[in-house]
């Protein structure tokens, strides 16, 4: 027996033991997930044991350092403790932009005592973060960004505002663009800090959108005492990390073309479509979703071979505007197809039976997913320059 496979036992054995049976089920709504926090709000016991069991052992971060939080499993391991946790159907213990941006974010760039700080605190669940970079005038040319961070000998005073602020209304922390020098050109000038949402100055109004349910907010800085040492990098050379951070950021909305837990859009579309003898009943809908599974399967070993490029030293950050897109479309097909294949019940809003309009809210919710972290369009254009050397326009 191989390590591997002698581990995957290992993995398979602690799941089915430690894996709560309620954690094996589809999230009902958004509050279904975990976010965890410095006053976190579990909706159950069963998820509460779950973030701490896999806390502890480091997986909820498995392949950062031990001494940050993390697992310190190599890439092969971590990819055997996702395929075990797909078998068994298990949810992801914390759901965090800790994890998918600002961690990665901060091992690079980030000094020993920052890390020491913010990663265990990541990978336990302790400190929920949310992201200020866009802003009114600065969304798609995020460069352009104004929000402003004054020298005062022991600290910077913020000012500014940022908009899209996803859950800026219940995180304790966020990581936010500011710009420290404004003689300087607009790619330069700007700093990478990190502070406490529960400073004075900081203040957040919701964004409504069509699904009814919104993570987005305005977030407004006055006079907000930001200390020295939170500064991640080096002062005015933020947009280094700011891109670093984006390329995690798009990579993790395009993974949600590939994120699929509980049953398949066949077996959820013949509960409503009907089948003959195991077969989906409807043929029309029957190819669509064929079609979208074998897609499904080219885009997963599409981001394989990147991990494994990236392995290699072969990568390139303008790869993660292929994942983003494609994985952006995915998830907008899997939504339209669950619409589908749900018929007029499909369509209901509130109420018990649908979970408060689950299906219909989210399939309007995808739709922002060819938006939020770049447009659609810009990620095209990225492809086109500087993976496919087409000519400016």
């Given at each position: 027996?191989?390590?591997?496979?002698q581990?995957?036992?290992?993995?398979?054995?602690?799941?089915?033991?430690n894996?709560?049976?309620?954690?094996?089920?589809?999230?009902?709504?958004?509050?279904?997930?975990?976010?965890?926090?410095?006053?976190?709000?579990?909706?159950?016991?069963?998820?509460?044991?779950?973030?701490?069991?896999?806390?502890?052992?480091?997986?909820?971060?498995?392949?950062?350092?031990?001494q940050?939080g993390?697992?310190?499993?190599?890439?092969?391991?971590?990819?055997?403790?996702?395929?075990?946790?797909?078998?068994?159907?298990?949810?992801?213990?914390?759901?965090?932009?800790?994890?998918?941006?600002?961690?990665?974010?901060?091992?690079?760039?980030?000094?020993?005592?920052?890390?020491?700080?913010?990663?265990?605190e990541?990978?336990r669940?302790?400190?929920r973060?949310?992201?200020g970079?866009?802003?009114?005038?600065?969304?798609?040319?995020?460069?352009s960004l104004?929000?402003?961070?004054e020298?005062?000998?022991?600290?910077?005073?913020?000012?500014g505002?940022?908009?899209?602020?996803?859950y800026?209304?219940?995180?304790?922390?966020?990581?936010c663009?500011?710009?420290?020098?404004?003689?300087?050109?607009?790619?330069?000038?700007?700093?990478?800090?990190?502070?406490?949402?529960?400073?004075?100055?900081?203040?957040?109004?919701?964004?409504?959108?069509?699904?009814?349910?919104?993570?987005?907010?305005?977030?407004?800085?006055h006079?907000?005492?930001v200390?020295?040492?939170?500064?991640?990098?080096e002062r005015?050379?933020?947009?280094?990390?700011?891109?670093?951070?984006?390329?995690?950021?798009?990579?993790?909305?395009?993974a949600?073309?590939?994120t699929?837990?509980?049953?398949?859009?066949g077996?959820?579309?013949?509960e409503?479509?009907?089948?003959?003898?195991?077969?989906?009943?409807?043929?029309l809908?029957?190819?669509?979703?064929?079609?979208?599974?074998?897609?499904?399967?080219?885009?997963?070993l599409?981001?394989?071979?990147?991990?494994?490029?990236?392995k290699?030293?072969?990568?390139?950050g303008?790869?993660?505007?292929?994942?983003?897109y494609y994985?952006?479309?995915?998830n907008?097909?899997?939504?339209?197809?669950?619409?589908?294949?749900?018929?007029s019940?499909?369509?209901?809003?509130?109420?018990a039976?649908?979970?408060?309009g689950?299906?219909?809210?989210?399939w309007?919710r995808?739709?922002?997913?060819s938006?939020?972290?770049?447009?659609?369009?810009?990620?095209?254009?990225?492809?086109?320059k500087?993976?496919?050397g087409?000519?400016?326009?």
């Amino acid at each position: 027996m191989s390590d591997l496979e002698q581990f995957r036992g290992e993995v398979r054995s602690w799941l089915e033991k430690n894996c709560p049976p309620e954690m094996r089920r589809p999230s009902l709504n958004e509050d279904d997930v975990c976010w965890g926090g410095r006053k976190p709000s579990f909706q159950s016991d069963a998820q509460r044991v779950w973030l701490e069991r896999m806390g502890e052992r480091g997986w909820t971060v498995p392949e950062w350092p031990k001494q940050y939080g993390g697992g310190g499993l190599t890439r092969e391991e971590a990819k055997v403790l996702r395929e075990e946790m797909a078998r068994l159907h298990c949810r992801a213990a914390l759901t965090s932009f800790g994890i998918w941006m600002l961690g990665p974010a901060l091992l690079k760039y980030g000094s020993e005592a920052q890390k020491r700080k913010y990663l265990p605190e990541i990978a336990r669940g302790e400190i929920r973060w949310c992201q200020g970079y866009s802003e009114p005038n600065a969304g798609s040319d995020l460069a352009s960004l104004q929000t402003k961070a004054e020298d005062k000998a022991d600290h910077f005073l913020v000012n500014g505002q940022k908009i899209w602020t996803s859950y800026a209304d219940r995180a304790d922390w966020i990581f936010c663009l500011v710009r420290t020098d404004f003689a300087a050109k607009k790619h330069e000038g700007i700093s990478f800090l990190l502070f406490d949402m529960a400073s004075p100055g900081v203040s957040t109004t919701p964004i409504s959108l069509i699904s009814g349910k919104s993570p987005f907010c305005q977030t407004f800085f006055h006079d907000v005492k930001v200390p020295k040492g939170n500064l991640v990098g080096e002062r005015n050379k933020g947009w280094e990390i700011a891109k670093y951070l984006l390329t995690h950021e798009r990579e993790s909305i395009g993974a949600f073309g590939i994120t699929q837990i509980g049953r398949s859009l066949g077996e959820l579309a013949a509960e409503t479509v009907g089948h003959d003898d195991g077969v989906l009943a409807d043929p029309l809908l029957r190819a669509k979703i064929a079609e979208f599974e074998v897609d499904g399967w080219c885009f997963l070993l599409s981001m394989q071979r990147a991990a494994d490029m990236a392995k290699a030293g072969q990568g390139s950050g303008a790869y993660s505007s292929v994942l983003k897109y494609y994985g952006a479309e995915l998830n907008k097909r899997r939504h339209e197809l669950m619409m589908d294949g749900g018929g007029s019940d499909a369509l209901e809003w509130e109420g018990a039976r649908s979970h408060d309009g689950k299906a219909a809210r989210e399939w309007l919710r995808s739709k922002a997913n060819s938006i939020e972290g770049g447009t659609s369009e810009i990620q095209l254009n990225i492809i086109a320059k500087r993976l496919l050397g087409l000519p400016g326009a």
